[in-house]
Nanobody, 118 residues
Framework: QVQLVESGGGLVQAGGSLRLSCAAS????????MAWYRQAPGRQRELVAA???????YYADSVKGRFTISRSEAKDMMYLQLNSLKPEDTAVYYC????????????WGQGTQVTVSS
């Protein structure tokens, strides 16, 4: 099992930037995929970005070109750089990890709030 703790959320004006961090501990050597999800009030949780064991990345269309996912080689830290933020990016952001190549993510953090004012 992997324990995850997010940080870096906050209140920012539209057009601003934030950097989210996710600290991982426990069985990090077994991590295959790492991802950021978000959930806005009244909406379903959605995948924002993911990074795979070979370094390949995935981005949701809504954040492509504005957000950048990265992680440490040891997989004990993961980051999400959020640029050109929009009010619709307001949500609780969660980090997640999986020991498998596909399917649901196994472990989740508690989330960090990002609020973008117009």
């Amino acid at each position: 099992q992997v324990q995850l703790v997010e940080s870096g959320g906050g209140l920012v004006q539209a057009g601003g930037s934030l950097r989210l961090s996710c600290a991982a501990s426990g069985s990090i050597f077994r991590i295959n995929r790492m991802a950021w999800y978000r959930q806005a009030p009244g909406r379903q949780r959605e995948l924002v970005a993911a990074i795979f064991s070979g370094g390949r990345t995935y981005y949701a269309d809504s954040v492509k070109g504005r957000f950048t996912i990265s992680r440490s080689e040891a997989k004990d830290m993961m980051y999400l750089q959020l640029n050109s933020l929009k009010p619709e990016d307001t949500a609780v952001y969660y980090c997640a990890t999986s020991m498998s190549f596909a399917g649901q993510y196994d472990d989740w953090g508690q989330g960090t709030q990002v609020t973008v004012s117009s």
